[in-house]
């Protein structure tokens, strides 16, 4: 209980950095063959931090310094996973490893959205705004061996477009750099027990719904989830499509909409001209800059064309990618938490509250919601890295 509690008091101070952020019932393999090439390619030690430097950086937090128990080194492992396209590339992220000879938990860590020019936040880079950097190293440091994978695009990939909030190759790239901390940890004689953890917020929370699924569903021997807390994930994508396009509210978040809908153009092969999607003169503008401002109203910035064929289901392309990314509507085994603020304007808050419906109708009866009464995106945070961190602490 103790443990426990130090905990809530570290991560309540801390928080976690939010991101500015599968189909409904395919029939899949029990397992597929576990891959028999190694996926390590690299690992360079990035830091080595004592119990009394580690307590130093969040001596600013009440009693956080106290929650410190093991002393830390952190790595930049590069590893090979494959891209959208299916062909082979190499990314990276940073491994957390306590130092001691207990055998830990492994926990997978899936960060929020990073912008392309504010990469240096991905984890790999260790910088002072990276997620990992002081929250998610304390963590580490109290006993969890954490892998906190980059995602394509960002680090070693970085040359390669991110495929933002896309289900698939968020958690193949995790599940890959799981893959790699299995081979590090085997080659440097760091041992694992048997308890695999997942967490994360925004995209990260996506991320990790997506991760789960993907080791329940076809690798359930290589990797067995203990347990996972997503947060504010946009598991409904249909549904969230849908919200967008009818909406005739303003919309803060639009830009990273047009990300979205950018990445399932490009992935899926659909491939129209931006044209298509967007009213002048943003079609311009975001093809010069797909970053640029953009207008917070979706009819004054997605065509009437498009608008329709979504909401009256007659773009059969764009439908099926949306489809194809939702995460709401499956059965998990392990505990799942789903934690949302339910004033979230960013991602709302229907998309984990469809979930847990979906999920209980179909017998998943270790899944539950937690609502952050009142918590908007970013509000939310750090309510939801302290009873995450609880929620998973149950099962450590």
């Not at 570290?10 to 028999?36: H, I, M, R, Y």
């Not at 600013?60 to 002393?71: E, Q, S």
Request: with cysteine; charged share 15%; glycine share 6%.
């Amino acid at each position: 209980m103790r443990r426990l509690r130090l905990t809530f008091l570290l991560w309540a101070g801390l928080g976690v950095a939010a991101g500015s952020g599968c189909s409904k019932d395919n029939t899949l393999p029990a397992e597929a063959p576990a891959a028999a090439e190694t996926h390590l390619v690299n690992s360079t030690l990035i830091g080595e931090y004592s119990t009394t430097a580690l307590a130093g950086r969040v001596s600013n937090i009440p009693i956080a310094g106290a929650l410190v128990r093991y002393p830390i080194r952190v790595y930049k492992l590069t590893y090979t996973t494959r891209n959208t396209d299916g062909q082979p590339v190499t990314a990276s992220g940073a491994l957390l490893v306590p130092v001691t000879t207990t055998a830990l938990p492994l926990l997978s860590y899936q960060h929020g959205t990073i912008r392309p020019d504010d990469e240096d936040r991905a984890p790999s880079y260790y910088s002072a705004s990276s997620e990992v950097y002081s929250a998610v190293l304390v963590l580490a440091s109290t006993g969890y061996i954490v892998s906190a994978p980059d995602y394509i695009g960002y680090g070693a990939s970085k040359a390669l477009p991110h495929p933002y909030e896309h289900g698939e190759s968020l958690a193949s790239a995790s599940l890959d750099m799981l893959r790699a901390t299995k081979e590090f940890c085997e080659k440097e004689k760091v041992t694992l027990n048997k308890k695999n953890f997942l967490l994360g917020y925004s995209e990260g929370g996506y991320a990790t719904m997506a991760l789960h699924k993907l080791i329940e569903e076809k690798y359930p021997t290589e990797f067995m989830v203990t347990a996972s807390a997503p947060g504010a994930g946009a598991y409904h994508k249909s549904a969230f499509a849908d919200y967008i396009l009818a909406s005739t509210q303003p919309l803060n978040f639009l830009s990273t909409y047009v990300w979205v809908l950018d990445t399932y153009n490009r992935v899926y092969g659909i491939n129209r001209p931006l044209t298509y999607y967007y009213n002048p003169p943003y079609a311009a503008q975001l093809q010069a800059n797909p970053f640029s401002a953009v207008p917070d109203r979706a009819n004054e910035l997605f065509t009437t064309g498009f608008r329709t064929g979504i909401l009256n289901k007659t773009d059969a392309a764009m439908a099926a990618a949306f489809r194809a990314n939702d995460l709401h509507d499956w059965q998990p085994k392990a505990p799942l938490a789903l934690f949302h603020g339910t004033a979230d304007d960013y991602v709302p808050y229907f998309n984990s509250e469809d979930a847990y419906r979906a999920m209980r109708a179909r017998g998943a009866t270790q899944v539950s919601l937690h609502p952050i009464q009142g918590g908007n995106h970013f509000t939310s945070v750090a309510q939801y890295t302290l009873e995450a961190l609880g929620f998973i602490t149950q099962y450590y």
